[in-house]
């Protein structure tokens, strides 16, 4: 009979439904390897990671390549820390502002902050973390620094007080206390005209 007989399906829906996909993930590899926080997934028995971002790659100075697979419990400098976050992930599900010693491939130590989701079917950790080993030393300095100032502040044989720009006596030492016969009671929180 020489007929030809022809199916045509239009696949156009298709074909954008693909080409947004695409640009989806696109967009979110780009988020992913651009994030100024590290970011990654491992395997929950620690025995390696899946993914990982290049902040996590600068952070602990290994080259992606050298990290997929790689065991995630030897970047730990304190494995009893792995062990406690490991515990309240077992029990909660995420772990939340997790503060941890991560030890780089130089064998530096740097103070992390980590926030974990758990996906026990699939035994994944999804997590993030922040390098917040410069906020520790300044906090670390900031509180040596005030230590210092009571300590000269409590033991100073000179009177000192402390005013506030509206004329509130804000702290006084002993030896002010002292001078003037009065308590720091008597004299802190009232204004300077005591």
């Known amino acids: 009979?020489?007929?030809?007989?022809?199916?045509?399906?239009?696949?156009?829906?298709?074909?954008?439904?693909?080409?947004?996909?695409?640009?989806?993930?696109?967009?979110?590899?780009?988020?992913?390897?651009?994030?100024?926080?590290?970011?990654?997934?491992?395997?929950?028995d620690g025995?390696?990671?899946?993914?990982?971002?290049?902040?996590?790659?600068?952070?602990?100075?290994?080259?992606?390549?050298?990290?997929?697979?790689?065991?995630?419990?030897?970047?730990?400098?304190?494995?009893?820390?792995?062990?406690?976050?490991?515990?309240?992930?077992?029990?909660?599900?995420?772990?939340?502002?997790?503060?941890?010693?991560?030890?780089?491939?130089?064998?530096?130590?740097?103070?992390?902050?980590?926030?974990l989701k758990l996906y026990s079917a699939e035994g994944i950790l999804e997590g993030s973390f922040i390098d917040i080993t410069e906020r520790k030393r300044a906090e670390d300095q900031l509180r040596l620094s005030e230590e210092r100032f009571r300590a000269i502040w409590h033991k100073s044989f000179d009177g000192m007080r402390l005013i506030d720009k509206n004329g509130t006596i804000k702290m006084v030492n002993a030896a002010f206390c002292d001078q003037v016969g009065k308590t720091r009671e008597e004299l802190e929180d009232q204004p300077l005209d005591v």
């Open 47 to 115: 025995s390696g990671f899946i993914t990982v971002n290049d902040k996590l790659c600068d952070t602990i100075g290994y080259k992606r390549e050298e990290l997929i697979g790689r065991p995630t419990s030897i970047n730990w400098a304190n494995p009893s820390e792995r062990e406690e976050m490991m515990r309240r992930l077992k029990a909660e599900g995420h772990v939340k502002a997790f503060e941890w010693k991560l030890l780089t491939k130089s064998g530096e130590v740097r103070n992390c902050l980590t926030s």
């Open 1 to 44: 009979d020489g007929r030809v007989q022809c199916i045509v399906r239009d696949i156009t829906a298709r074909k954008r439904a693909e080409e947004a996909l695409r640009e989806s993930e696109e967009k979110y590899r780009n988020l992913y390897n651009n994030a100024e926080v590290a970011m990654f997934r491992t395997k929950l």
